[in-house]
C-alpha cells in the first residue's frame, strides 16, 4: 500500500485529487432513499463505451464497401481470433442499451424526475434516446446482409410517406434511387463518426445538467418532497443523503454487472435471438427474403405505418407521439410526482406500455418471428452444450423436422449422421445461405470439421465477392497427431461434397 | 462470536480481494483484445508459392509477395533461378532491380546488392535473404 499512498500524495500534490474525491464521489449525497433505477445511467455510460471499444475493434477488419462488407464481417466472426465475441458484444449490446435506455426513460416518467426545472435534462435524454436509435439503424446496414439491406431499404422507404418532399428524401437518405453502396457510405461515416462525436457531446450536456441541477429524490416514502418551479436557479442538495461512493457505487456496479452478465449470457447462450437467418446471408437487390422486419425497438413505428390507410397520417402519429413525448416536462407542470397521486398520468403510463408492446407485436409474423429467432438460438444452444446426446436416436431424429444445417458443425468424426426427414429444409439451403455461427474453435476434434467446412464456404463467399484475405489456418489442427489431422481433412465434409442426408 | 480484526486490516482485506477481482476480470477482457489485435498466425502451409516460369525471363526480376513480405525471383542465367527477399537489410525499403547494370538497388540509401544477394556497397549490414527455388516442369517452387 506504500507506493500507492505515495503516488497518490505525489498526484495530490500537483493536481489536488483528493479535493475531487471528496467533492465528486465521497461528498457526493444522494437522496437516503434513492432506488435501483436511478443506477441506469451509470450502466448505459458503460454500456456506450463498450460499443466504442468494440466498435474500434471492429473497424480494423471491417471494409465499407457493398462488394466486401459482407465477406470482412465474416471474416471477423470466423477467422479473427475473437472476433465473434467483439462482434456479438458490439451488435448485442446495441439491443441491451436500447433496452436500458427505455427503461431509463420509463422510469423517470413514472416517478416524475423531469419536473422540477429539469426540461433542459429531459431534452437532452430524450435526444440521446433518438440519436440511439438513428445509430442502431445506421449500424443495421453495415453487414451487408439481406436483412440489413431490406431493412434499410423499408426504413429509408417509410420517408416517401412525407409529402412533396418524401421522394427526394428517401432518395437523400440512401444517396440514390436505392439502398446502394453510396447508402452504405454515408451510413458508415454517420454511424462511425458523425454520430458518435454528437452522442458523446449530448451525453456530457445530460450528465452537466443532471449534475447541475441536482439529482431528484424518489417520490416514495417519508422523504418524498414535492417538485419546485423557483424562479431562479437552485441546486437541488440532499445534505442528509447518503455519500456517491462507497455507498452507491456498490449498488451501480451490481446493476453494471447485472446488464453485462445479462449481454453475455445472450452471447453464450442464445447468440441467434437477434439474428434471423436472412441476417446471415449476402445483400442481394434482387431477392427480397420474406417476412422482413426492423428491430424489435423500431417495430412499433413500422406498424403504425401499416395499420392507418395512409402512410402519412402514421407518420404524423409518429412525429406527433415523439413531439409530446419530447415536451412532456413543459405539458406536465404539476408539482406532484408521487405515482398513486397521478390518477390521470397513471393509465395513459401504463396503457402506452401496452400499447408499445401490443402494435409491436401485432404484425402478421413480428411476435411469431421473435419467438421463432428464440426457438433458433435455443436449439443452437442445445447442439452446443449438450454433445453428449449425439448422436440421438432415430426417434429423436425423426422427431427433429428442422435438424439444423448446424449439425454438420457438431458432427463428430466417424460417428453416425443424423438423417432428418426428406422434407427438412436443411436440403434447401445452400452454402452460402448456411448461418455461420458465432463459435470460437472448440477444443475438439468435431472443430476441424467444422472449421474446414467454415473455410471452405468463406473462401467460396470471398471468391464471389472479390475479397481476399490470407487463408487462416486451423490452430487446433496443429495440436492435434499428424494422423488425425489427415483424419479430420478426409472427413472434412466440404459444402460441395456435403453428404445428401446431411 | 468475537473477532479481533480491526476496520482497517477488514478494509485492506476487502481491497485486496476486489483488486484481485478486478484483475482477474480485466485479464479476461485483455486476453482476448490482444489475441484480437495479434498478427494472425499461419500453419506453414502457404509457405511455399507458385510461380510460372515463363514470368521470370533471363535476365529480368519477378516480384511476388512471400509470407506477407515482398520477394523477387529472377533468372541470371538461362535456367539457373534465385529468389530473395526484396527487403533490403538496412531500414527495411524494398529493393529495384537495375537491370542494365544486373544488382539490386536500394532506392532509400543507395544500398546495392548482387543478382544473388550480396551486398556491393552502400549501408546495408547484411545480403538479402536468400529463399530456396526449386524447378518443378515450368513451374518454380519458392519457399
Known sequence: MQPIKWLVDFIDVRLGVKDIYTKELSGYLLPRNVNVWYTLGAVLIVLFKIQIITGILLLMFYVPHADKAFASVQYIMNEVPYGWLFRMLHAVGANVIMIALVLHMLSVLFMGSYKGRREFTWLTGFTILNLALGLCLTGYLLPWSQLSFWATTVATDAAGAIPVVGNYLVEFLRGGPTVDNQTLGRFFALHVVGMPLVL????GAHLFCVKRRGISSPPFGKEYKASQELPFFEHEKHPDGIPFFPNYF????A?????IAFMLAIIFYAPGMFFPESAFQPADPFVTPPNIKP???FLWAYQT?????SEIIGLGVQVAFMTFLALLPFIDRGPERRPAKRP?????YVLGILLFVAISLWGPDSGVALLSGYLWSQAWSCYRFLPQVWPPSPSVCNATPACPVISVRRLPIGRPACTPPTASPVTTVTAATRPIWPWPRTRTRASSVHRSTRTSRNSAAAATSGFSRPTVPEPMAKRLPRAARSASSVTAITPSRRPASI | MTTNVSPPQRRKFLFTMLGGLGALIGAAFAWPVFRFLSPIETDGSGDKVIVARGDVAGGKAHFFQYQGKPAVV????PGEFVA???VCTHLGCVVAWQEQAGEFLCPCHGGRFSAVGQVLGGPPPSPLETLAVELEGDQLKIG
Open chain 1, 200 to 203: 458523446l457531446g449530448l451525453i
Open chain 1, 295 to 297: 428491430e424489435w425497438y
Open chain 1, 255 to 259: 446493476v453494471i454487472s447485472f446488464f
Open chain 1, 305 to 309: 405505418l401499416k395499420i392507418f390507410p
Open chain 1, 344 to 348: 390521470l398520468f397513471v393509465p395513459c
Open chain 2, 84 to 86: 530473395l527477399s526484396a
Open chain 1, 250 to 253: 456498490v449498488k451501480d456496479a
Open chain 2, 74 to 77: 529472377l533468372q541470371p542465367e
